[in-house]
């Protein structure tokens, strides 16, 4: 199945365009030759890329060109394979996870991705027609399906005949054409896109705010350390050994994990925190990196995100090798997370697991953004990189921290067919009045107090939770239309449906729950992401001042909420330390070449068979807490919802009342956005792990697909 949007959605086309009449390509042992798909061009015959004027721009405030002389030196123009070529990879990719097929985990090198890429003859035809306008060519990538170039604002505005303007989005400083590029008609076949903004994908954290604690209806606080998490989600077996094949210790050992940045951290920071909570006895290595030679970053507002990334993917795989993958942000108009990405796939690397914790509007940027990045992250899972992407943190709406206004939301980065899409949850405990079932009354030595599993809920700190409006003895419709500013609008767990991408095979399964859409959903599974709203959040390390940090001295409360937050972020690098430890588990089963690509089929593939058992689905609610089944390989979150406020009278809004309404699906029974239920949700997908039985279940030389009993 062809897997990315085609630029007719962008052009007005119904969805239904998009979703049918799409096939595979025959199976063969090399692609097709690359057919030059360009002739003559003729550069006063000029085609638009309508997709290509940012979806966000519809929100913004112009505040007029930029000066003519204003250097944009890095520009990505995005190349598109011959149809043929294109889907011979889909079905390369589809058959790699095939454990019948001939190309089963026979991964490709980033040397051999060069054979699926566009004709050289037409690269060359592009690369002249961007010389012709006065631009500069830096670097075609090695894979042949992208052009780095730059010039003047002037330069740049009259080859795509366009202007390029300064805007304001949510008080934020931006830049971006105004209208859809130009390109030369000849140039169509071979050109995807270009990128001429930078709405680009924000850092997914949510610190704990002196005003959220504040309203916090409970005194004592439960927050996650890494024992907390490695006793709730039963990682303790692998780390000791008691489940592994051979006795051997699990930590993720021999196996590299790439955090994909554009900031650098403290090493000191990571360190702290490995000692504090007493992962430094492990054997795990932290190593920052600028790969394919990027520009280093230094140390901007990211920090955060970036230091809590390596602590957490250490903090579940504490052996593990961690590469910090760090790359500049060149201004305006280069997304470091992407440029990390790019030189990594496409110049080789020993990480066999990745993880992204950006997220935005899948919209918002154009469709040149989309179609590089689902472009590199498919030659990832193409080379057998297992690839997590954090869902986001504002529930099911476009709109960060506040009342929704512009619809349902779903996370650009995380919605491909080519990696897992973690989402977010909440514990359920402080809200039932049982916290003293789950956590002991002090702190062992290195932070952990947790006594079990504990249940669990979509994260959602706002009034469209139903457990805060039930706590509030109401509904949510009533309660957002009486209070809709409680708590946190626009934070918690993000999940819905994709607009532009169809349902990807391993997602057409019979698990309770899965929507009958024809559209990729997310997230695929979710961990603990809250914030504090119910007196649980996780801590970190950040004590750069400068960047908004503080000591990393959990004894004292100000360092404390100083090193406080949660979000998706969270949850997508310590499910890329738990694929560490699927893979050194597979080299201990004496499996040579453990990469497993996209984990998702895998993860779809036992959760068919859990949810397809009525003891897997009764046994492993959980609603049930401690005394849930010991033999689950996913929790099923089945209460609550990942719901938003919304302003009365907008897109997908219903209600209000005198207040806000609540986001809802008119396409989906039931209609509001989104309910936990048995089996799938787009609230919290397949559930939370056992983190054991999921290592345990999923050895490849196995091939097991069952429920533990």
């Given at each position: 199945?062809?897997?990315?949007?085609?630029?007719?959605?962008?052009?007005?086309?119904?969805?239904?365009?998009?979703?049918?009449?799409?096939?595979?390509?025959?199976?063969?042992?090399?692609?097709?030759?690359?057919?030059?798909?360009?002739?003559?061009?003729?550069?006063?015959?000029?085609?638009?890329?309508?997709?290509?004027?940012?979806?966000?721009?519809?929100?913004?405030?112009?505040?007029?060109?930029?000066?003519?002389?204003?250097?944009?030196?890095?520009?990505?123009?995005?190349?598109?394979?011959?149809?043929?070529?294109?889907?011979?990879?889909?079905?390369?990719?589809?058959?790699?996870?095939d454990a019948t097929s001939p190309e089963y985990h026979h991964w490709l090198t980033p040397a051999e991705l060069r054979a699926y890429g566009p004709a050289q003859a037409d690269i060359n035809q592009v690369t002249a027609w961007l010389t012709r306008q006065g631009l500069t060519v830096n670097s075609v990538s090695r894979s042949g399906m992208e052009i780095d170039f730059g010039g003047s604002a002037a330069a740049v505005g009259n080859a795509f005949h366009t202007e390029m303007h300064a805007v304001n989005l949510r008080g934020e400083a931006h830049v971006s054409n105004i209208s859809a590029?130009?390109?030369?008609?000849?140039?169509?076949?071979?050109?995807?896109?270009?990128?001429?903004?930078?709405?680009?994908?924000?850092?997914?954290?949510?610190?704990?705010?002196?005003?959220?604690?504040?309203?916090?209806?409970?005194?004592?606080?439960?927050?996650?350390?890494?024992?907390?998490?490695?006793?709730?989600?039963?990682?303790?077996?692998?780390?000791?050994?008691?489940?592994?094949?051979?006795?051997?210790?699990?930590?993720?050992?021999?196996?590299?994990?790439?955090?994909?940045?554009?900031?650098?951290?403290?090493?000191?920071?990571?360190?702290?925190?490995?000692?504090?909570?007493?992962?430094?006895?492990?054997?795990?290595?932290?190593?920052?990196?600028?790969?394919?030679?990027?520009?280093?970053?230094?140390?901007?507002?990211?920090?955060?995100?970036?230091?809590?990334?390596?602590?957490?993917?250490?903090?579940?795989?504490?052996?593990?090798?961690?590469?910090?993958?760090?790359?500049?942000?060149?201004?305006?108009?280069?997304?470091?997370?992407?440029?990390?990405?790019?030189?990594?796939?496409?110049?080789?690397?020993?990480?066999?697991?990745?993880?992204?914790?950006?997220?935005?509007?899948?919209?918002?940027?154009?469709?040149?953004?989309?179609?590089?990045?689902?472009?590199?992250?498919?030659?990832?899972?193409?080379?057998?990189?297992?690839?997590?992407?954090?869902?986001?943190?504002?529930?099911?709406?476009?709109?960060?921290?506040?009342?929704?206004?512009?619809?349902?939301?779903?996370?650009?980065?995380?919605?491909?067919?080519?990696?897992?899409?973690?989402?977010?949850?909440?514990?359920?405990?402080?809200?039932?009045?049982?916290?003293?079932?789950?956590?002991?009354?002090?702190?062992?030595?290195?932070?952990?107090?947790?006594?079990?599993?504990?249940?669990?809920?979509?994260?959602?700190?706002?009034?469209?939770?139903?457990?805060?409006?039930?706590?509030?003895e109401t509904t949510p419709a009533a309660f957002c239309a009486a209070d809709p500013t409680f708590g946190q609008a626009g934070v918690g767990g993000s999940g819905s449906q994709s607009d532009f991408f169809t349902k990807p095979k391993w997602q057409l399964t019979t698990i309770p729950g899965m929507p009958d859409d024809s559209r990729r959903d997310q997230p695929d599974v979710s961990l603990f992401a809250a914030n504090g709203l119910f007196a649980h959040f996780y801590l970190l390390c950040m004590s750069d001042k400068k960047e908004g940090g503080a000591p990393c001295d959990y004894s004292?409360?100000?360092?404390?909420?100083?090193?406080?937050?949660?979000?998706?972020?969270?949850?997508?690098?310590?499910?890329?330390?738990?694929?560490?430890?699927?893979?050194?588990?597979?080299?201990?089963?004496?499996?040579?070449?453990?990469?497993?690509?996209?984990?998702?089929?895998?993860?779809?593939?036992?959760?068919?068979?859990?949810?397809?058992?009525?003891?897997?689905?009764?046994?492993?609610?959980?609603?049930?807490?401690?005394?849930?089944?010991?033999?689950?390989?996913?929790?099923?979150?089945?209460?609550?919802?990942?719901?938003?406020?919304?302003?009365?009278?907008?897109?997908?809004?219903?209600?209000?009342?005198?207040?806000?309404?609540?986001?809802?699906?008119?396409?989906?029974?039931?209609?509001?956005?989104?309910?936990?239920?048995?089996?799938?949700?787009?609230?919290?997908?397949?559930?939370?792990?056992?983190?054991?039985?999921?290592?345990?279940?999923?050895?490849?030389?196995?091939?097991?697909?069952?429920?533990?009993?």
């Amino acid at each position: 199945m062809v897997s990315f949007f085609r630029r007719s959605i962008w052009a007005g086309l119904p969805l239904a365009a998009l979703l049918s009449g799409v096939g595979a390509a025959a199976a063969s042992a090399a692609p097709p030759a690359a057919t030059p798909m360009v002739s003559q061009v003729d550069d006063a015959t000029v085609a638009a890329l309508p997709g290509d004027r940012p979806a966000a721009l519809n929100l913004a405030s112009d505040m007029g060109a930029l000066p003519a002389a204003s250097a944009l030196p890095e520009i990505r123009l995005e190349l598109q394979r011959p149809p043929a070529l294109q889907a011979a990879l889909d079905h390369l990719v589809d058959e790699q996870q095939d454990a019948t097929s001939p190309e089963y985990h026979h991964w490709l090198t980033p040397a051999e991705l060069r054979a699926y890429g566009p004709a050289q003859a037409d690269i060359n035809q592009v690369t002249a027609w961007l010389t012709r306008q006065g631009l500069t060519v830096n670097s075609v990538s090695r894979s042949g399906m992208e052009i780095d170039f730059g010039g003047s604002a002037a330069a740049v505005g009259n080859a795509f005949h366009t202007e390029m303007h300064a805007v304001n989005l949510r008080g934020e400083a931006h830049v971006s054409n105004i209208s859809a590029p130009m390109v030369p008609a000849a140039l169509l076949p071979v050109v995807a896109g270009v990128t001429l903004n930078d709405f680009f994908p924000k850092p997914m954290v949510q610190r704990v705010t002196p005003s959220l604690t504040a309203s916090t209806p409970y005194g004592k606080y439960y927050a996650v350390t890494p024992g907390d998490f490695a006793t709730i989600y039963n990682v303790n077996p692998l780390f000791n050994g008691s489940a592994s094949p051979n006795g051997m210790p699990i930590t993720g050992a021999g196996v590299t994990v790439a955090l994909l940045e554009q900031t650098q951290i403290l090493p000191a920071d990571v360190a702290t925190f490995r000692t504090t909570f007493g992962l430094s006895g492990y054997a795990g290595t932290l190593t920052q990196v600028n790969p394919g030679g990027c520009k280093p970053p230094g140390f901007n507002g990211a920090e955060g995100e970036a230091a809590l990334d390596a602590e957490w993917a250490g903090a579940t795989a504490p052996g593990a090798t961690l590469l910090e993958a760090e790359c500049k942000a060149v201004p305006p108009l280069y997304f470091g997370v992407e440029t990390a990405l790019q030189n990594l796939v496409e110049g080789g690397t020993t990480a066999t697991v990745f993880s992204i914790s950006y997220g935005g509007d899948e919209g918002q940027g154009g469709y040149a953004f989309e179609a590089g990045w689902v472009n590199l992250v498919e030659e990832a899972a193409a080379e057998g990189i297992a690839v997590f992407v954090s869902t986001g943190d504002s529930g099911v709406s476009t709109s960060e921290g506040g009342i929704a206004s512009d619809g349902l939301f779903v996370n650009g980065l995380s919605d491909t067919h080519y990696n897992t899409a973690v989402g977010g949850t909440d514990f359920l405990d402080t809200a039932l009045g049982e916290a003293s079932k789950y956590w002991k009354t002090k702190n062992s030595a290195t932070g952990e107090s947790a006594l079990s599993y504990i249940p669990e809920m979509p994260w959602n700190n706002s009034c469209a939770s139903k457990v805060v409006a039930l706590l509030e003895e109401t509904t949510p419709a009533a309660f957002c239309a009486a209070d809709p500013t409680f708590g946190q609008a626009g934070v918690g767990g993000s999940g819905s449906q994709s607009d532009f991408f169809t349902k990807p095979k391993w997602q057409l399964t019979t698990i309770p729950g899965m929507p009958d859409d024809s559209r990729r959903d997310q997230p695929d599974v979710s961990l603990f992401a809250a914030n504090g709203l119910f007196a649980h959040f996780y801590l970190l390390c950040m004590s750069d001042k400068k960047e908004g940090g503080a000591p990393c001295d959990y004894s004292k409360t100000k360092d404390l909420f100083g090193n406080a937050a949660g979000g998706t972020s969270f949850a997508s690098p310590a499910f890329a330390g738990i694929a560490a430890l699927l893979q050194q588990t597979d080299m201990i089963e004496g499996i040579k070449t453990p990469q497993s690509g996209n984990l998702a089929p895998l993860l779809y593939k036992l959760a068919a068979a859990q949810y397809a058992d009525k003891l897997g689905v009764d046994s492993c609610n959980s609603l049930l807490g401690n005394q849930v089944s010991s033999g689950c390989t996913f929790y099923n979150v089945t209460y609550s919802n990942n719901a938003e406020p919304c302003v009365k009278g907008t897109v997908d809004c219903i209600g209000g009342g005198a207040g806000a309404g609540i986001l809802y699906n008119k396409a989906l029974t039931p209609k509001s956005a989104y309910p936990a239920q048995t089996g799938y949700s787009l609230a919290a997908g397949l559930g939370t792990v056992n983190v054991t039985n999921l290592v345990i279940s999923g050895v490849q030389s196995s091939e097991r697909g069952y429920w533990r009993q």
